[in-house]
Every structure is written in structure tokens, then in C-alpha cells.
């Protein structure tokens, strides 16, 4: 299956503490996001690539998350200093820039702060 | 105002029935269209595109209205696994999945 795959699945961290999660994108998709969804809410946008250029970031993204995509495929997603209202789920989707062309989620990572 | 509104239900239908549900959006630039199914604690996945033309896929039935800004999903002969999330999905015009906006989603459950 060589669809969006993300890592980790679950991750439960102490408030105060930095995470990363990872992001490998369909490799022929050269758009990648970055959403947070929590609890009876649709998906939030956070960030955009396209290929290896971040051009868009939601204001949601306070200056303690970062957004890498280093080489135009896989992209990471940092937190730092991570706050309870942090907790959600983080989805990671691409796309071709074909125009229409629909969002493909990965299975997303699913964060605790405690 | 919320940029793309969704009825939240829950939607509690019986197996057999048919279901629609309705999505409002407040920008008139919108340029494209979808409907997501998304199960509890999973992604969401691409149920279908909306088309200007409205568009069928088996069951599933889209429609656009432009001038009055809404998009429909019909839903017929409705099974148990058809129970899920259906978020309403809308990317303003220039395209480009960063300005795509997601509904909070309708929910519905189809019982035996």
C-alpha cells in the first residue's frame, strides 16, 4: 500500500515535553498538509508544502510548532513545549497540484499531553 | 459565521432509508468540492467529488447549488456500515488543498 503513512500512531507526552511526528506523503503527491482535528470538529489547516517549500502556515500554529520538509518527500511536524490544549489528532495529507485534485489523509498521530 | 456549516445530527435512520444532508458555504469563489466519510478515531477518506453537473456513485448521490452556496449528499437504501462521520469539504478558488476547508461533519447512524 503506498498511501500516506504516519508515525507515531499514539503518542503520549508530559506537558513541557517536545514531540515530533513524521509524514511520508504518496510519492508521487508533491502537495503536503498538515491538520489537527479534535473532538466533534472537522480538520483545521496548520501547514502547506509544496515539494520542499512551506507556503502557507494557519495561524493556529503558534511559534512553538515548526514544519520540515526537508528534501520534498517525507515532512515532520515539531512541537515544543507542549501544552494540554495541544492534545488532538494530527493529520498529514498530500495531493497532486492538479487542480480539484482531493486531500489523501494518512491514518494521522494521536496526541496526549498529560 | 463559520466558512463551511454542517448540520451535526446525529442522523439515526433505519437500515433501507434514505438520508440527505446538506452543507452551507460562505465564500462564493469556491472552486471545488467534496464529501469525506470519516469513521470514529480514523482518517478521513474521499467519499466523492462534487460536481457543478451533480454527480452518482451507486448509492451516493451529490449535488452543488452556487447561486444559494449549498452542497448535498443523498444517501439511499442505507446500510449499517454506511454509519459514520460525513464531512463537507470546500477549496476556494485558486484551488490549492492549503485553503481547503472542512466542515465539523454531520453524523450518522444506521440501525438494524
Known amino acids: 500500500d503506498t498511501g500516506v503513512s504516519q508515525d507515531p500512531r499514539h503518542k503520549i507526552t508530559k506537558r513541557g515535553q517536545n514531540v515530533t511526528f513524521r509524514c511520508d506523503p504518496i510519492s508521487e503527491h508533491n502537495r503536503l498538509y498538515w491538520y489537527r482535528q479534535t473532538l466533534g470538529q472537522g480538520p483545521e489547516f496548520l501547514t502547506y508544502?509544496?515539494?520542499?517549500?512551506?507556503?502557507?502556515k494557519s495561524r493556529l500554529l503558534s511559534d512553538r510548532f515548526s514544519a520540515e520538509r526537508p528534501k520534498g518527500s517525507f515532512s515532520t511536524l515539531e512541537i515544543q513545549r507542549t501544552e494540554q490544549g495541544d492534545s488532538a489528532m494530527y493529520l498529514c495529507?498530500?495531493?497532486?497540484?492538479?487542480?480539484?485534485?482531493?486531500?489523501?489523509f494518512g491514518n494521522g498521530t494521536r496526541l496526549t499531553v498529560t | 459565521r463559520k466558512e463551511v456549516e454542517q448540520d451535526p445530527g446525529p442522523f439515526n435512520v433505519p437500515e433501507g432509508a434514505t438520508v440527505a444532508f446538506n452543507c452551507t458555504y460562505s465564500n462564493s469563489a469556491s472552486q471545488s468540492f467534496f464529501w469525506y466519510r470519516q469513521d470514529c478515531r480514523k482518517e478521513p477518506k474521499l467519499l466523492m467529488s462534487v460536481y457543478s453537473s451533480g454527480n452518482e456513485d451507486g448509492r451516493f448521490t451529490a449535488q452543488l447549488n452556487r447561486a444559494s452556496q449549498y452542497i448535498s449528499l443523498l444517501i439511499r437504501d442505507s446500510k449499517l456500515s454506511d454509519s459514520a462521520t460525513y464531512l463537507c469539504?470546500?477549496?476556494?478558488?485558486?484551488?490549492?488543498?492549503?485553503?481547503?476547508?472542512f466542515g465539523a461533519g454531520t453524523r450518522l447512524f444506521v440501525k438494524a
Open positions: 508544502f509544496q515539494n520542499e517549500a512551506q507556503l502557507e
Open positions: 469539504v470546500v477549496t476556494p478558488q485558486g484551488g490549492g488543498g492549503f485553503k481547503t476547508i
Open positions: 495529507a498530500s495531493s497532486t497540484s492538479e487542480r480539484n485534485s482531493p486531500l489523501h
